[in-house]
């Protein structure tokens, strides 16, 4: 009974946040843990209650007592419980069209629209390949700019992932960002968040892939907008180079070396 | 009609004087429900030892990874000094998951204590289909067959965790699981099969052979709770069968029901295309999810039992608790989705999936409410049955709340395939079902071998299982950042500092195993030196305390004729604190 007490520090061992989406998520992962605690007090304070009162050596002689329902009690105990389910179902509909469903605008030559893939992510067994839209703005074009095992996006603007994958199911998880999007081989799919703050954190396979599954990991590192700007200068300075061409995988090292350094 | 039957099979037995033939038709192929049962039993219990030990070196391998597995080690994985195989890794756990629910929580729940405990509960002679159901149980062996043969071909056993995600599952000849794979397939399929024809006759029996008297209002909840649970494998049984049938075709066949255009995966390229790969995840999650249900709802039923006879007290709101089984079972259907929130599933299906799964949290907490109040004010018995009932209902607790956490999809995005996701389930699987199926072994041993169980060894059991446990899954929660099936989660800098928090959870683990010890030994000692029980030690209401203990083919020496319903504890009324059903 008194693990019962612990539910509260579940929470505590998230890494922070490093985005405002990710704070919402975080209060409603607190809140809902809040409430179960509430719950888990009220019910196993209950049975340890019911289990000392009502021991028969405490009640050598006597009977139990003889009722089977209480309509009144059982009404309250469905009604309420119903209330805060569909209260939570409703309330948290919001953090999740925003996180999943209504993807950020973005003016593109004078136009609002959708705002369009920074990177376009591609999953293979056992590594994550990061492809930059080249001169014309576009992923998945010939100009494409291809990165293995680290991904750098600029800080404080919406970044917007396309999500594919080479062979098996992946799946793309930033802890810090509050970021999972399975990658389904056959599917494009789109993420998207805004960081608010610069460092390099871990980003982790959380779907099965194959006997590599363990080390299928990569880099995100936020940059400050100016840093991400020269970052995507050096890389396309790269592969104008003639043997960065030829070789057309430019190697992590050299793109590592680009002079951030980690927080 | 009962007399005839015991004429009958005195007649074929007197027909047949061989020995051997006599003892297989009595003891291996009988088609007697309480010798099948009890075969049940006995298989799903070898497993659980099985699938605890493969349990055991996930557990090794997440506190200790690469260094030489105990007592395994050196035989097993010679070639690697001792070390388990990150493909191995994936091995173990796909088998564990796929040992624990096919063939130990649903064959235990339904196969074992169903066929034992419906024709005795419900006051028949056996069951509707005495042959289909002996056919049920020959058709695990079909399965256990696919598992063992498993080991004598490469990679022993399946790698693609026990939902089998295509293409992993699929494009997989490449790799040195592939016959595995298939053999995987094969052994779903056959214990499938036995399922249904399981619910088949359960549904049948249920319906038409209740004793005079014993109206569908007066059966015992776990009557009520395997005719659910019987009604949800009919139903659902069908849509994994195809979906495996499909997975098979892929596999053999080289068809593309599951695999998209120009699908390559292990180095290898499909034959076809064209296919969905989320398509077998909805297949098999409209199965899958419904078999938790199926997974817990024969243990509530248990437990509800013997919580109100060790109360001594009837059972609080009988018929609410059978409407909550009854809307957990409808809801159970529309529920699967929620383990799809991330899939790339359509993300507003995601919402209706949330509103359903946050409704069916609330006939659970009904059923919680309700056996505290079946406990309050009454005179508690604290025996080993008792207490493994009490811990049934405070574990489902624990992970009924974190199911209402993960069923948030906004926090789903963050635990999602997490430890978070391994502690709930192992709190609903281990801490709600295989702790109610430890307190039916020690309430219904008597019946079953005419001794009762050691009750002090069941105590130390119960306690020492019930700390142990916590010790091994509680600290899950806090591995929200975690992911699952990891080899070596400690390739990510991130996750470094939780080794020793693993380690601990390892420790625990292994003594919660070498708990189990004092349980096997209690129940071989118990069968043949147990104190004698008589017909009904616990002095219990149901229909099953009134035949002989253990009782004969045919069950009852009369007919019995219910009267009452099966709660009528402490009755003003009388004298006796117990009033039984067919007095």
Known sequence: MALYGMGPFAACQMPPSFSAAGETIDNLFNGIHLLAVVILLGTGGAIGFVLWRYDHRRNPTGKAKYFSHNTVLEFVWTLIPAIILVFLAFYQMKAWSENKMVRPMAMVDGIQTLTPPLVQVKAKQFGWEFHYAGDDGQVETADDLYVEGLLVVPRGQDVVLQLE????????????????????????????????????????????????????????????????????????????????????????????????TRD | ?????????????????????????????????????????????????????????????????????????????????????????????????????????????????????????IGAEDMAFPTLNMISYWFMWPAFACVIAMLFVPGYGASAGWTSYPPLSVLASATPTETAQTLWVMALLFAGVSSMMGAINYLTTIIQMRAPGMTMFRMPMTVWAMFVTALMQAFALPVLTSALLMQLSDQVLQTGF??????????????????????????????????????????????????????????????????????????????????????????????????????????????????????????????????????????????????????????????HDTYYIVAHLHYVLFGSSILGVFGAIYFWFPKMFGRMMNDRMGKVHFLLTFIFLNGTFFPMHFLGRMPRRLADPYVYDSLKDLMPLNQFMTVCAFAMGATQLIFIGNFFFSIFLGKKSGLNPWRCNTLEWTAPSPPPHGNFPVQPIVSRGPYEYSHPDRESDFWPQAE
């Open chain 1, 165 to 260: 994958s080479r062979d098996v199911i992946h799946s793309f998880f930033v802890p810090e960002l509050r970021l999972k999007q399975d990658v389904v081989p056959g599917m494009s799919q789109f993420a998207w968040f805004n960081a608010n703050q610069t460092g390099e954190v871990d980003i982790l396979c959380t779907e099965l892939c194959g006997w590599g599954h363990y080390k299928m990991k990569a880099r995100l590192r936020i940059v400050e907008p100016e840093e991400f700007q020269t970052y995507l200068k050096d890389l396309r300075s790269t592969y104008e180079a003639p043997l960065a061409s030829a070789a057309k995988q430019p190697s992590t090292t050299s793109v590592a070396d680009a002079g951030v």
């Open chain 2, 1 to 121: 009609m009962t007399d005839n039957l015991l004429e009958h099979t005195r007649t074929t037995a007197g027909r047949r004087p061989n020995v051997i033939l006599r003892f297989l038709s009595s003891y291996v192929f009988s088609t007697d429900h309480k010798v099948i049962g009890i075969q049940f039993l006995f298989s799903s219990l070898i497993w659980l030892c099985i699938g605890g030990l493969l349990a055991l070196a996930v557990r090794w391998q997440l506190a200790w990874p690469w260094s030489n597995m105990p007592f395994f080690g050196d035989t097993l994985f010679a070639s690697n000094g001792g070390q388990i195989s990150p493909e191995f890794y994936n091995t173990l756990f796909t088998m564990h998951a796929t040992i624990m629910i096919f063939f130990v929580v649903i064959p235990i729940l339904s196969g074992a204590f169903g066929n034992y405990l419906i024709p005795l509960m």
């Open chain 2, 258 to 415: 599951f695999l998209p255009e120009n699908a390559t995966a292990n180095n290898m390229e499909s034959a076809s295309g064209g296919g969905q790969v989320l398509l077998w995840q909805h297949l098999f999650w409209f199965y899958s999810h419904p078999a938790v249900y199926i997974m817990i709802l024969p243990a509530m039923g248990m437990v509800s039992d013997m919580l109100s006879c060790f109360s001594r007290k009837p059972l609080f709101g009988y018929k609410p608790m059978i409407f909550s089984i009854l809307s957990i079972a409808g809801l159970g259907f529309i529920v699967w989705g929620h383990h799809m929130f991330i899939s790339g599933m359509s993300r507003m299906l995601a919402v209706s999936f949330m509103v359903s799964t946050m409704l069916i949290a609330l006939p659970s907490g009904i059923k919680v409410f309700n056996w505290i109040g079946t406990m309050w004010g009454g005179r508690l018995h604290l025996t080993t049955p008792m207490l493994f009932s009490v811990g049934f209902v405070s574990m489902f607790i624990i992970g009924g709340l974190s199911g209402i956490v993960m069923a948030a999809p906004p926090v789903d995005i963050v635990i």
